[in-house]
């Protein structure tokens, strides 16, 4: 190496380590930067879910929040300084606040679902598996937004996703599997199309069902095949057909003088279009005005055409008639309009809580329409939207719906027809029914709220979108209830009026009553409560017995003087115990002193219980009297005290001594309250029951001492303690002055221009009464409605139609004209054109726009014009027709005549020179027609009333009115207008419309008497059906099988108010008589009668069952009079009480005591007896018994609404008998119970209609069917027993019979090629005005143009009607065949259910070849449209029978219709059959099966393979032997099959004829006979053995001992 090498070695690795020295320092650098890039992506900004949209008022002005943090990509939380400001999302945002009303404003809103299509995950088209069984799956997708209901304007997707969630917008689907196109079979071969020599055959179908879900294509719809008919041609036939054939008619255009003067020299070529570059200056030069239509002429090509598709001379076509290849025409026009208008203000001027744009429009006018098939008028209106958001607006006004006060409540609604009350309906109470009215105003954002209520103008009630609040609900009237008071109690003892101030002996006896139900309503006051009479020998305190004791005798004797040992207190009047010393000056009237009887004293019983006093006061006349007695117990003996006299035995005395003037305080009731000043510094500070009044008053009432029977005394008669007060405070009730809104703004009046002979139309505004005035406030304004007429508005202008007259006809040029065949003069037919302007009523030129919009239909521009020839005959003008004479019936002509040379022709005199018409007949013939309307009651006019109307107040019935249509016809039985007939149009008939009739029940029976007469029972009452409801009357809904209903009530007969009363018992009669000398036993006696019990004692004898014979003390009983020196008892005493547990172990005790002793060492009897306690026979337990709930109960004035369930509690001994309560009440037993409940019966609310709304527009305009619809609905709801609510909610009345005017366009012709065989012309069609009543049916009558208006289909053909273009084949040319007809609506189906709501119609055009020279061919077409109805069609295989190794297989609709395609291609059956090897034996052939067999006649000869080796002749085929091998035996048996199985074997079992060996016959046999003894040794050992009968051992008998079985 030399030293440069080296150097250079050197350097090199110098230059290495410096470029890696300068990388190094380059990553060191950049690798900060890369650390900071690396920190800011590992924090991203995370964000929250959008909270509650916040705001104070509903609509777009909400705030919505949201968190936002920093987070590593690795999920944990940091602080927000790691991510970037910029990059944080917004937290707050602005947002809808939607609210609950919002929910009826906006809702969901989707479009249909798209086409499904295959979709993967990836959301890509998925191609179709050619593995398809019945379908497959897909995705369809479909748009969903939020709108408001009455724009459908799109919002916010939020505001409806708050009531309910977004609709799905993506659902998965079936797409079926491809179909096939499928088309009809064959029809049969059309004719050769040549006579003579080779020619074609063709045949077509047409396409059933098209190509669905990617299904293939559809097959050719031709089959072409040559023919050959085997007949020679004369000499010449065979050569080509040769026909004129015409192309389309050129553009349009105009003559040029270039052109006139270089055809002049040079010709015209007919075949060559216009150049572009002549007609664009043609259009520049040329000064187009308004309806100034130019004549041009068009032409077209003509040559002459061989069968073979190829041009020949023009000569061998052209013959004496030749086509016209020029004609005039009318240069096409656009339509003209004029330059927009300026944009019209945004429709939205403030910003509202719907999000819906406003909008801005412009307009533009017609100057001219298209002629010439010139292009349509573009859109005269554009719209663009505005104002989107709305921010920057002001907020719009928003209107909310405002109630009225509640009328007062009404209960005459809730009755029936029937019912007795309505004759009073002041007096009605209880459930009723009240009504209010709504208005839509708009809402105001300040309110004062000092102000008692918000008025605001009512408005349309259109603004107003929340939902209606109710305009009825049930109230309350209270009823009235009476005051119910006690019985009076007995009188107090004589008491002075004050004891702190005694008088001497003057005072009152008092008896009260107190109040048990206080009265309710307007029943007005209680009666007095307190009555009292004058008395002497008044007293404050007085003695009052507890006990009586009995009679001791003196100094400790055992008989004798002395005294009884009552036991007393001292009380006041107020029944409070007192000291003792202030009873000195009071005395008790009973007896103190007493005789107990010596041994042989008289002994008498105890005095009897006074008698009930006779009077219950004393007067001049009658004075009360009490009596007692008592009877002798014992005689007396010798030389004792003896008995008294019989008149001693009785005691009477005076009772009720007091006067029977009574007297009372009567207060009247109170005055009105007043204000009174000295309650007026009260005012700003008191309150009542709580709340704040709005002052307080006085109210006073007059108080008299009244007498009874008498009248009014001096006020010191009464006692002053008990007087009532005469002044009370009240509340003065608040004035409430009259509201009522400001007037509405008036209607609006018409803004466009009226006709001439229109009257003027009103404007109206009205006001609603919020709150009517009430005690006293200020009235309502008289007036609620005003109506003014609308200022008169200009009449609408009158434009019309000018019409200039018709120019000279214009034929196409000279130079075109002279280079055509044939034309050697300027005549035949042209058009012509005319001027046509606009003018107003004063005759003064106008734009079109006032004719187009105001005028007639414009009159045609252009008609067709006729140039006579030379040798034509020539005719003037028709003149007018003459006038007519006598009207209906006569006729008017017109005239014309020949004029020059054609006077002379004789061809000219075959033109008609008269025409008559029949004149004008102004006689009508009406005829009514169609069904009469429902009966439209007649309307009353309503004014305005303070508040709503009533329930009840729409009319539903009564006299009315019913139409039938009248239909007007001229003399042609042409349909015209009714007004003609001079009648309205309309019959009249009065009808009546039957008021609806409510159930009639009759009144409620009275009640029945308790079914108990002690404890608790059952009263009832029911009611009858008198009549059915009828006509929608209110139904009877609670009736029973017999048709009545019951009401029940329980009901408590007071064992205390009937109760036995038996007099004293008589003297005992001993031996049937009664002598004070004997003794021993005897017989008593005493009268028993029922008494009803009363508060002051008096009792009235009634019917004994009304106490109950179980109770009835006996009236006769054994008794014993005592003899001297017996021992004396008393009678026996009470029975002492059992304790409440009534066990046996218990006992009670009754004692006596000895009245005398006896003499002779004679002994007392017992002085106790002991028993014990038998539960029900003299010990008792008592229970409260509760009865059911009585059915709610109200007041007679009452129909429903709050009511009372009672029930009632009564005693009940254990033995099921009822007692009195005090027996309960003396166990204290616990009585918790509520006795009455509040209950609500549900009130009979009718169903309420509202009243009928305006008639609609005539559903049709013209003819016989139109109708006017009028509905109402229903406001109220029937509750309960109510009337229910009418079905006939929509009213119909026939239209005023119209005639109907319509074009008619009639079939169209063949196609029309004048002059040529073949090649483009025109279908025509002509189209008339007819008028008819609505169906268009040959009776239509053809009328003049102008009734129909404008035409469809433009100016140009208003006088030759439609054309289309056609073209007719020329022969050898290639075309498509006329369409098929519509196929049957196809169905797609899975599984026989269908997959679609719409089917599929086809129809086709085939191609036809005629000359296999000429393959210049379009292509097949097919159309499709949905249809209805359709079916779901199903597609098998047929096949024939074979013939020979062949058969047909095609495939079939399940309609039966033999199709291509629609079958699947894998369950094909074979056409063809071929056998492996083939059948090349003689006689042979390949079978069904696959396998050669012998034709008929031989047998067949098999090899031991089992193939065919020859076959055999049968020598006689009607005597077959079974072993004979056939192939239809063998087709029957299969045996190919079964020789086939033994093919493998070693041992072969056939012949090599195919017969059987001999051993396989032994074998069979053998085989047979084991199978035999198989089944015998089978049965001998599965058959039963039979069981040796025994004699049955002997039993013994049955006894009747029992030994204590449990089974016995």
């Known amino acids: 190496m030399s030293l440069r090498d080296e150097f250079g070695l050197l350097e090199w690795t110098w230059q290495q380590l410096r470029k890696a020295m300068i990388l190094w320092i380059f990553v060191f650098l950049q690798t900060p930067a890369n650390l900071e890039a690396l920190k800011e992506t590992q924090y991203i900004w995370r964000s929250g879910q959008w909270g509650r949209c916040i705001g104070e008022e509903c609509g777009p002005n909400g705030v919505q929040s949201r968190t936002v943090w920093c987070v590593h990509i690795e999920g ?143 097959p050719s719809l031709t089959e072409t095949k040559s023919c050959d008919l085997q007949v020679s041609c004369l000499v010449g036939e065979d050569e080509f057909q040769y026909s004129l054939k015409v192309g389309p008619w050129s553009d349009c255009r105009l003559p040029s003088q270039r052109q006139v003067w270089q055809n002049a020299k040079l010709g015209l070529n007919l075949s060559l279009q216009p150049s572009e570059k002549n007609n664009l200056k043609h259009l520049i030069h040329e000064r187009f005005k308004p309806w100034d239509i130019k004549i041009g002429y068009q032409t077209r090509h003509a040559h002459c055409t061989r069968s073979d598709g190829k041009n020949a001379m023009l000569s061998l076509c052209t013959h004496d008639n030749t086509p016209a290849i020029f004609q005039s025409c009318v240069m096409r026009r656009d339509c003209g309009v004029s330059e927009w208008s300026e944009w019209s203000m945004c429709s939205k001027t403030c910003q509202s809580s719907s999000m819906s744009p406003g909008f801005r429009s412009r307009n533009r006018f017609i100057k001219h329409a298209a002629v010439g098939g010139g292009s349509d008028c573009p859109v005269l209106e554009g719209k663009v939207t505005c104002n989107i958001g709305g921010e920057g607006l002001p907020e719009c006004p928003r209107y909310v719906w405002r109630t009225t006060d509640w009328n007062e409540c009404w209960v005459t609604p809730l009755l029936s027809q029937q019912d007795w009350r309505r004759s009073n309906q002041s007096a009605l109470c209880g459930g009723g029914i009240q009504t209010r009215e709504i208005y839509c105003a708009q809402k105001t954002n300040e309110v004062n709220k000092q102000d008692f209520k918000e008025v605001s103008r009512p408005v349309e009630h259109s603004l107003c979108t929340e939902p209606t609040q109710v305009t009825s609900q049930l109230c309350n009237i209270a009823c009235t209830t009476e005051c119910f008071v006690s019985a009076w109690t007995s009188w107090s003892p004589c008491m002075p009026e004050n004891c702190q101030e005694p008088q001497k002996s003057k005072g009152f006896k008092m008896r009260q009553r107190h109040v048990v139900g206080e009265p309710t309503g307007s029943a007005g006051k209680c009666p007095h409560l307190v009555e009292a009479i004058h008395c002497e020998d008044s007293v404050c305190y007085h003695w009052d017995l507890l006990e009586e004791g009995r009679c001791i005798a003196e100094n400790n004797q055992t008989c004798g003087q002395g005294f009884y040992n009552h036991s007393i207190l001292c009380k006041n009047n107020q029944a409070e115990m007192v000291p003792e010393d202030l009873c000195k000056e009071s005395s008790l009237h009973i007896g103190w002193v007493c005789e107990v009887p010596c041994r042989a004293d008289c002994v008498l019983s105890e005095w009897s219980e006074w008698s009930v006093c006779s009077h219950s006061c004393s007067s001049k006349n009658a004075e009360g009297k009490q009596r007692r007695s008592r009877s ?30 009574v007297f009372h305080w009567d207060a009247s009731p109170w005055a009105p309250c007043t204000e009174n000043k000295l309650v007026t510094a009260l005012n700003s500070t008191i309150s009542w029951n709580g709340e704040t009044t709005c002052s307080v008053g006085i109210q006073v009432r007059q108080v008299h001492c009244i007498r009874n029977n008498f009248g009014s005394v001096p006020p010191k008669r009464c006692p002053e303690t008990s007087r009532p007060e005469t002044l009370r405070l009240c509340l003065l009730p608040c004035k409430k002055d009259c509201i009522a809104t400001p007037f509405s703004e008036w209607t609006s009046c018409p803004t466009t221009c009226q006709q001439g002979n229109s009257s003027n139309t009103k404007q109206s505004r009205y006001r609603i009464i919020v709150q009517k005035p009430d005690n006293g406030g200020q009235e309502c304004p008289d007036t609620l409605y005003e109506e003014r007429e609308c200022e008169a508005l200009s009449v609408c202008p009158n434009y019309r139609w ?102 002379k022709k004789e061809m000219c005199q075959k033109y008609p020179l008269v025409e008559t018409q029949p004149c004008p007949c102004d006689k009508y013939i009406s005829q009514p027609l169609g069904n009469w309307s429902d009966c439209v009651l007649l309307e009353d006019k309503v004014s305005l009333q303070l508040g709503m109307k009533v329930q009840g107040d729409v009319k539903v019935c009564g006299q009315g009115l019913q139409y039938q249509a009248v239909a007007c016809y001229d003399q042609n039985k042409k349909l015209v207008d009714p007004l003609l007939c001079g009648n309205s149009g309309y019959i009249e008939e009065t009808c009546s419309v039957l008021c609806p009739s409510d159930c009639k029940l009759s009144e409620w029976s009275k009640w029945s008497a308790c079914s108990k007469s002690c404890g608790s029972g059952i009263q009832t009452r029911s009611k009858w059906l008198r009549e059915k409801a009828y006509n929608g009357g209110r139904p009877c809904l609670k009736l029973d099988v017999k048709n009545q209903v019951y009401d029940r009530i329980p009901c408590y007969g007071d064992c205390i108010k009937h109760s036995w009363k038996a007099e004293p018992w008589s003297d005992c009669r001993i031996n049937g008589r009664e002598s004070m000398h004997s003794c021993g036993e005897g017989v008593q006696t005493r009268k028993v009668r029922c008494v009803r019990n009363t508060a002051d004692g008096l009792g009235k004898i009634v019917e004994d069952a009304l ?86 109960q109200l007041s007679d004035k009452a129909v429903c609404g709050q009511g009372l369930k009672i029930r009632l509690l009564d005693c009940v001994q254990s033995d099921g008998k009822s007692v009195s309560l005090k027996y309960c009440e003396k166990m204290r037993l616990e009585s918790s119970w509520h006795l009455f409940m509040h209950c609500f019966m549900e009130c009979p609310v009718n169903c309420q209609l509202s009243e009928w709304s305006s008639w609609s527009e005539c559903s049709r305009t013209c003819g016989l069917e139109g109708q006017m619809k009028r509905t109402r609905h229903v406001l109220q709801k029937t509750h309960g027993e109510g009337r229910p609510c009418s079905s006939h909610l929509i009213q119909y009345r026939p239209c005023l019979v119209k005639p109907c005017y319509s074009w008619v366009f009639g079939e169209w012709s063949s196609c029309k090629i004048e002059g040529a065989q073949c090649g483009d012309g025109f279908k025509v069609r002509n189209v008339s005005c007819v008028v008819h009543d609505g169906t268009l049916t040959e009776s239509a009558k053809v009328v003049e143009n102008e009734l129909c208006g404008n035409k469809a289909t433009g100016i140009n053909n208003i006088e030759w009607g439609q054309k289309i273009p056609c073209s007719v084949p020329c022969p050898g040319d290639c075309h498509l065949t006329e369409w098929s007809s519509w196929s049957s609506c196809h169905l797609v189906c899975l599984d026989g259910k269908r997959f679609e709501t719409t089917g599929h119609q086809t129809h086709s055009r085939a191609v036809i070849v005629q000359a296999l020279e000429n393959q210049d061919c379009p292509e097949q077409i097919w159309e499709g449209r949905p249809c209805t109805e359709g079916t779901c069609h199903e597609y098998e295989w047929r096949s024939s029978p074979w013939s020979g190794n062949e058969r047909n297989v095609w495939c079939v609709r399940s309609d039966g219709v033999n199709v291509t395609g629609g079958c699947s291609p894998l369950n094909q059956p074979t056409a063809t059959r071929h056998c492996n090897p083939s059948c090349i034996k003689p006689y042979s052939f390949c079978t069904q099966g696959g396998v050669c067999g012998c034709e008929k006649g031989f047998v067949e000869v098999m090899t031991p393979y089992g193939f065919l080796d020859y076959c055999a002749k049968i020598p006689m085929t009607e005597e077959k032997k079974a072993d004979v091998k056939t192939n239809v035996g063998k087709n029957k048996l299969n045996n190919s099959k079964f020789q086939a199985f033994f093919n493998g074997w070693s041992i072969d079992p056939f012949d090599p004829d195919g017969k059987p060996k001999v051993w396989v016959y032994g074998i069979s046999a053998a085989v047979v006979f084991l199978i035999i003894l198989i089944t015998v040794l089978s049965y001998l050992i599965c058959k039963k053995p039979k069981h040796q009968t025994r004699p049955a051992p002997q039993q013994k008998p049955l006894t009747l001992a029992y030994d204590g079985d449990m089974d016995m």
């Open 76 to 218: 944990w939380t940091t602080h927000h300084s790691h991510c970037k400001y910029e990059e944080r999302p917004t937290i707050q945002r602005d947002c809808f606040k939607v609210c609950d009303w919002h929910q009826d404003i906006f809702e969901w809103d989707f479009s249909k679902w798209r086409d499904c299509v295959l979709r993967t995950s990836s959301n890509k088209v998925k191609p179709r598996t050619s593995a398809c069984v019945t379908a497959q799956r897909g995705l369809q997708h479909r748009k969903v937004h939020c709108v408001r209901k009455s724009n459908r304007s799109l919002v916010l997707d939020e505001i409806c996703e708050f009531f309910t969630p977004k609709p799905a917008s993506d659902q998965a689907c079936l797409i079926p599997c491809p179909q096939d196109c499928v088309a009809s079979e064959f029809s049969t071969w059309s004719t050769c199309s040549r006579g003579c020599g080779k020619g074609l055959q063709h045949r077509v179908r047409s396409v059933l069902s098209p190509p669905l879900y990617g299904g293939k294509s559809c």
């Open 632 to 661: 002798i117990v014992a005689l007396a003996h010798i030389g004792g005290k003896s008995c008294p006299s019989r008149q001693a035995l009785q005691e009477w005395r005076s009772c009720n001594d007091h006067g029977c003037t």
């Open 802 to 903: 000018k019409t200039h007259k018709w120019h000279q006809c214009i034929l196409a040029p000279d130079y075109v004209r002279q280079g055509t065949i044939g034309a050697t003069e300027a005549c035949g037919f042209s058009l012509q054109s005319r001027g046509v302007v606009c003018k107003t009523g004063d005759d003064q030129h106008s734009d079109v726009f006032g004719c187009l919009k105001w005028a007639s239909p414009m009159p045609p521009l252009v008609q067709k014009c006729w140039i006579p020839c030379r040798d034509d005959c020539m005719l003037t003008n028709w003149s007018r027709f003459s006038p007519c004479k006598s009207g209906c019936g006569s006729t008017q002509s017109r005239w014309r005549s020949l004029v020059g040379k054609s006077k």
């Open 1107 to 1192: 106490c109950g014979y179980s109770e009835i003390p006996v009236g006769v009983h054994q008794c014993f009079l005592y003899c001297p020196g017996d021992c004396v008892m008393s009678d026996w005493g009470q029975w002492s009480l059992c304790p409440k547990g009534c066990n046996n172990l218990n006992t009670r005790v009754r004692v006596r005591s000895p009245l005398r002793l006896p003499m002779d060492g004679k002994s007392c009897p017992e002085t106790s007896e002991v028993e014990p306690c038998v539960l029900n026979k003299n010990c008792f337990q008592f229970l409260y018994n509760l009865t059911e709930w009585s059915s709610c």
